[in-house]
């Protein structure tokens, strides 16, 4: 079958997303089976597409990117490149297409260039028989803030594109060597046996590539699958372990991406408003979505109502060392009067700028 590579074959041509999957299938990790369109710009993988589809289990699909520069030691890109979830066979042909244009967005340029990154038109795409999990998440195998030796697990019910794409606050446990140091309070998604079982497959996973790893799964029943695993991309922001967070600040949420910025705050509520941001201001909104990259690139620091440590927003923010708070409930009607505001990414808070005394 021209151009399409069975998932447990692919290599480095087949993008690091599922070079990484198809390495961890051979190693015996539970991931779903699927196959790699390599070139979608040479139209001939569309002779031999109804066969591939054959060789896994009636659908639907997940059809996903595989960029050639996604899921790299530096630029994950997380979020840039579009997934198309719970796709039948009759629809295959189009996500393949447009998973495979997705480098030429908007959105996907100004990441790109935010880290001085290479993007391609058009780049390997994954197709893998989907998964209809009862719970879902991502789990690193260090705290991306902090980082400490701690495993840190997200999850949300169901399908885990909501956790990722920061549409909700998920359910979050962080264990460090003697245990669970911090789980949800009430309403658990998942069993300490459970959470047990996901640290251990994180360290497992570490061991094999080598590096902390960046990892999405999914619960089906009892089965635990892999879904995604790769290199946590490092923090451009700066944490001052001996700095105190700031007294009486307007609101708390959680610490999402390190540092101290002070900047005019930007109420965004949707894409109408992104005419109105400016170079440095704070970005506020409910929530963000990969649509919003270019606003987020050019922002002082980042805080949203709802949303995870380990979602795309807070690895993007991250990764252009922007101060990044999450899960602040009410953040957009509690900064609204305010003209300029301290966002500390290190310790969850936004409060008023510092008053900087005045010589006569």
């Known amino acids: 079958?021209?151009?399409?590579?069975?998932?447990?074959?692919?290599?480095?041509?087949?993008g690091r997303k599922a070079a990484t999957l198809g390495r961890l299938m051979r190693e015996g990790f539970a991931v779903p089976r699927g196959f790699v369109v390599a070139n979608p710009g040479d139209s001939r993988w569309r002779r031999g597409l109804g066969q591939a589809l054959a060789g896994l289990r009636p659908g639907p699909y997940a059809v996903r990117s595989s960029g050639l520069g996604e899921d790299g030691l530096t630029a994950s890109f997380a979020g840039q490149f579009h997934t198309t979830l719970n796709v039948p066979a009759a629809g295959v042909a189009d996500a393949i297409l447009w998973s495979a244009a997705s480098?030429?967005?908007?959105?996907?340029?100004?990441?790109?260039?935010r880290l001085g990154q290479a993007v391609a038109d058009v780049a390997p795409v994954l197709v893998q028989q989907m998964?209809?999990?009862?719970?879902?998440?991502?789990?690193?195998?260090?705290?991306?803030?902090?980082?400490?030796?701690?495993?840190?697990?997200?999850?949300?019910?169901?399908?885990?594109?909501?956790?990722?794409?920061?549409?909700?606050?998920?359910?979050?446990?962080?264990?460090?060597?003697?245990?669970i140091v911090e789980a949800p309070r009430s309403g658990a998604l998942l069993t300490e046996q459970q959470v047990g079982d996901l640290v251990r497959l994180g360290w497992q996973i570490e061991a094999r590539l080598g590096a902390p790893q960046d990892i999405e799964w999914a619960i089906e029943r009892t089965q635990v699958w892999v879904l995604q695993s790769r290199p946590i991309t490092p923090s451009g922001g700066s944490r001052a372990d001996d700095e105190r967070p700031v007294a009486d600040p307007i609101l708390s949420g959680i610490a999402a991406s390190p540092g101290l910025a002070t900047g005019r705050v930007s109420v965004v509520r949707g894409l109408d408003d992104f005419a109105?941001?400016?170079?440095?201001?704070?970005?506020?909104?409910?929530?963000?979505?990969?649509?919003?990259?270019?606003?987020?690139?050019?922002?002082?620091?980042?805080?949203?109502?709802?949303?995870?440590?380990?979602?795309?927003?807070?690895?993007?923010?991250?990764?252009?060392?922007?101060?990044?708070v999450v899960s602040a409930d009410d953040a957009t009607a509690l900064l609204a009067g305010h003209a300029t505001v301290l966002v500390d990414g290190n310790h969850g808070t936004v409060a008023q700028p510092f008053e900087r005394p005045t010589c006569d």
Do not use: K
């Open 1 to 14: 079958m021209s151009g399409i590579v069975p998932l447990a074959e692919s290599g480095e041509r087949c």
């Open 103 to 113: 480098g030429s967005t908007v959105a996907a340029r100004a990441y790109a260039s």
């Open 131 to 179: 998964v209809q999990p009862d719970v879902a998440g991502v789990l690193f195998t260090r705290h991306p803030v902090t980082g400490a030796d701690q495993v840190v697990i997200e999850a949300v019910d169901g399908l885990g594109d909501r956790l990722v794409n920061g549409e909700v606050t998920p359910g979050r446990w962080i264990v460090g060597e003697h245990g």
């Open 276 to 324: 109105e941001f400016r170079e440095g201001d704070v970005l506020v909104c409910r929530a963000t979505s990969p649509a919003w990259t270019p606003v987020l690139a050019r922002a002082a620091a980042v805080v949203t109502e709802t949303g995870g440590l380990l979602s795309h927003a807070a690895i993007v923010a991250r990764e252009f060392g922007v101060p990044a």
